[in-house]
C-alpha cells in the first residue's frame, strides 16, 4: 500500500478526510480530498502488483458478474453494426471528430466498445489493457493490435495516434499526469484525446455527502472502491491544460441505463434502486482534448 503525505497532483499537504468503506470489496477503504486543488484520492492507495492482482478476470466479478455484462456488450456491438456514421456521432458526442480510417488507441479497453464504434468507421485499431481475459475477448471480435500492460511498457511510436480513447480508465491508475503525458507524445498535432471518468463535483456526490452529515455519518464510498483518484469537473480540465492540451468540450452525463436492464439485474433490490437514483444523475464526464 502506500501512503500519500502529500495530493499527488499538486503536492500539497492539505488534505482532510472525504469518505471510508470497510464492509464492499475492493483495494481501498477510504479517501481523502486535497484543500488546494480538490482531488479525491483513496489514501492509503493500492500499489502496482495489488492493482494488477484486482483487475485479473475484471468482467467476472461483483457488478458485472451481476448485471452479465458481456451479453450487454455483445447487444451492443450487434446494435453498433447498423449504424451509419451520421448515426453513429449522433449516439456518441464525443466521437464527432473521430474520423475514417484514423489510428485509434482504446487505453484500458475493457471489452471493446469504444473498438466497435472506431471499427465502425474502418479505423486501425490498437488496443491497452491489464486483464488478459478482455485482450481475448476483444481480439476475438476485431482486428485490433493490443498490448497487455501500461501505455509507456508499449512504446508506441511519437505522433502515431489520430484519436486516443480512454474511458474510465484514469480515475484506476496510479499517476494520471504520467498518463497525459504519454498520450501528448504519441498523439499527432491536431490529434484528439477523449477521457471518460467519474465528475465528483456532481450533485449526486454532494447530495450523497450532505444526506450523511446531517445523519451525524461520515460519508461512506458510493464510486468503485478500485478507484485511486476521482476528479471534479475543474481539476481534471486543469491538469488537461497544465499538460498542453486544448479543451474542445468537457460535458457529464448520466448512467444512460434503461429501466428494462437494471429490473433484469441480478442483484439485490436495494441495489437495483440505488443504480435507478444514479441513473437520474450526471455522474460522469467526458473532456474533449485537443494537441496543437
Given at each position: 500500500?502506500?501512503?500519500?503525505?502529500?495530493?499527488?497532483?499538486?503536492?500539497?499537504?492539505?488534505?482532510?478526510?472525504?469518505?471510508?468503506?470497510?464492509?464492499?470489496?475492493?483495494?481501498?477503504?477510504?479517501?481523502?480530498?486535497?484543500?488546494?486543488?480538490?482531488?479525491?484520492?483513496?489514501?492509503?492507495?493500492?500499489?502496482?502488483?495489488?492493482?494488477?492482482?484486482?483487475?485479473?478476470?475484471?468482467?467476472?466479478?461483483?457488478?458485472?458478474?451481476?448485471?452479465?455484462?458481456?451479453?450487454?456488450?455483445?447487444?451492443?456491438?450487434?446494435?453498433?453494426?447498423?449504424?451509419?456514421?451520421?448515426?453513429?456521432?449522433?449516439?456518441?458526442?464525443?466521437?464527432?471528430?473521430?474520423?475514417?480510417?484514423?489510428?485509434?488507441l482504446d487505453i484500458g479497453c475493457g471489452l471493446g466498445l469504444g473498438l466497435s464504434y472506431a471499427n465502425q468507421?474502418?479505423?486501425?485499431?490498437?488496443?491497452?489493457?491489464?486483464?488478459?481475459?478482455?485482450?481475448?475477448?476483444?481480439?476475438?471480435?476485431?482486428?485490433?493490435?493490443?498490448?497487455?500492460?501500461?501505455?509507456?511498457?508499449?512504446?508506441?511510436?511519437?505522433?502515431?495516434?489520430?484519436?486516443?480513447?480512454?474511458?474510465?480508465?484514469?480515475?484506476?491508475?496510479?499517476?494520471?499526469?504520467?498518463?497525459?503525458?504519454?498520450?501528448?507524445?504519441?498523439?499527432?498535432?491536431?490529434?484528439?484525446?477523449?477521457?471518460?471518468?467519474?465528475?465528483?463535483?456532481?450533485?449526486?456526490?454532494?447530495?450523497?455527502?450532505?444526506?450523511n452529515f446531517l445523519q451525524f455519518k461520515v460519508p461512506d464510498v458510493i464510486d468503485g472502491l478500485e478507484h485511486t483518484f476521482i476528479f471534479p469537473k475543474n481539476t481534471l480540465a486543469n491538469l488537461c491544460s497544465q499538460e498542453?492540451?486544448?479543451?474542445?468540450?468537457?460535458?457529464?452525463?448520466?448512467?444512460?441505463?434503461?429501466?428494462?436492464?437494471?429490473?433484469?439485474?441480478?442483484?439485490?433490490?436495494?441495489?437495483?434502486?440505488?443504480?435507478?437514483?444514479?441513473?437520474?444523475?450526471?455522474?460522469?464526464?467526458?473532456?474533449?482534448?485537443?494537441?496543437?
Amino acid at each position: 500500500m502506500i501512503l500519500h503525505r502529500n495530493c499527488p497532483l499538486c503536492n500539497s499537504t492539505s488534505l482532510k478526510g472525504f469518505a471510508i468503506d470497510t464492509k464492499r470489496k475492493g483495494p481501498h477503504i477510504s479517501r481523502v480530498e486535497c484543500d488546494s486543488c480538490k482531488l479525491v484520492f483513496a489514501n492509503p492507495m493500492a500499489d502496482q502488483k495489488e492493482l494488477l492482482d484486482y483487475y485479473q478476470n475484471y468482467y467476472e466479478k461483483d457488478l458485472y458478474e451481476a448485471i452479465n455484462y458481456k451479453e450487454i456488450i455483445l447487444k451492443l456491438f450487434e446494435h453498433i453494426r447498423t449504424l451509419s456514421e451520421t448515426d453513429l456521432k449522433k449516439e456518441v458526442k464525443y466521437f464527432r471528430n473521430l474520423r475514417e480510417e484514423s489510428t485509434f488507441l482504446d487505453i484500458g479497453c475493457g471489452l471493446g466498445l469504444g473498438l466497435s464504434y472506431a471499427n465502425q468507421l474502418n479505423c486501425k485499431l490498437y488496443a491497452t489493457e491489464f486483464d488478459s481475459g478482455a485482450l481475448e475477448f476483444v481480439k476475438n471480435h476485431f482486428q485490433v493490435e493490443t498490448f497487455q500492460g501500461d501505455i509507456w511498457e508499449a512504446n508506441y511510436a511519437s505522433e502515431f495516434f489520430d484519436f486516443i480513447h480512454i474511458s474510465h480508465v484514469i480515475e484506476h491508475v496510479l499517476d494520471p499526469g504520467a498518463y497525459l503525458k504519454e498520450m501528448m507524445r504519441i498523439l499527432k498535432p491536431g490529434g484528439i484525446m477523449a477521457i471518460g471518468t467519474p465528475d465528483i463535483s456532481s450533485r449526486m456526490y454532494t447530495f450523497h455527502r450532505w444526506v450523511n452529515f446531517l445523519q451525524f455519518k461520515v460519508p461512506d464510498v458510493i464510486d468503485g472502491l478500485e478507484h485511486t483518484f476521482i476528479f471534479p469537473k475543474n481539476t481534471l480540465a486543469n491538469l488537461c491544460s497544465q499538460e498542453g492540451f486544448l479543451i474542445e468540450d468537457h460535458y457529464t452525463h448520466n448512467f444512460g441505463e434503461k429501466i428494462g436492464n437494471l429490473i433484469s439485474y441480478k442483484m439485490p433490490l436495494k441495489k437495483k434502486l440505488n443504480r435507478v437514483i444514479q441513473n437520474l444523475f450526471r455522474v460522469n464526464q467526458w473532456i474533449i482534448c485537443k494537441k496543437s
